[in-house]
Nanobody
Framework: QVQLTESGGGLVQPGESLTLSCRIA????????MGWYRQAPGKERVMVAR???????EYAESVRGRFTISRDSDQNTVTLQMNSLKPEDTAFYSC???????????WGQGTQVTVSS
């Protein structure tokens, strides 16, 4: 497993932006897909955005066009840029690393995002 540390959560108003960062503790090379998931109160955890090895990205329909996932060239930081935030984006956001060969998942401790006026 890999150690992941998220930062950047907080309280914002609707329409504002927020950037989440996920720092990977060690150089993991190009063998992990990286993603952001979120869990709202009383709901299951769902995928928000994923950065697949090779550069392809995937987004949940609810955030497509508003959120952007990116991964720096050294593979050690994954960022989720969230624009035009809505109250329904309020959730606990977690960073995920998934080994592309054995499917093993690693999770960060998570960070709270609250969108409220």
């Amino acid at each position: 497993q890999v150690q992941l540390t998220e930062s950047g959560g907080g309280l914002v108003q609707p329409g504002e932006s927020l950037t989440l960062s996920c720092r990977i503790a060690r150089n993991i090379g190009n063998i992990y897909d990286m993603g952001w998931y979120r869990q709202a109160p009383g709901k299951e955890r769902v995928m928000v955005a994923r950065h697949i090895v090779g550069g392809r990205t995937e987004y949940a329909e609810s955030v497509r066009g508003r959120f952007t996932i990116s991964r720096d060239s050294d593979q050690n930081t994954v960022t989720l840029q969230m624009n035009s935030l809505k109250p329904e984006d309020t959730a606990f956001y977690s960073c995920n690393a998934r080994h592309i060969f054995n499917g093993q998942n690693s999770w960060g401790q998570g960070t709270q995002v609250t969108v409220s006026s």
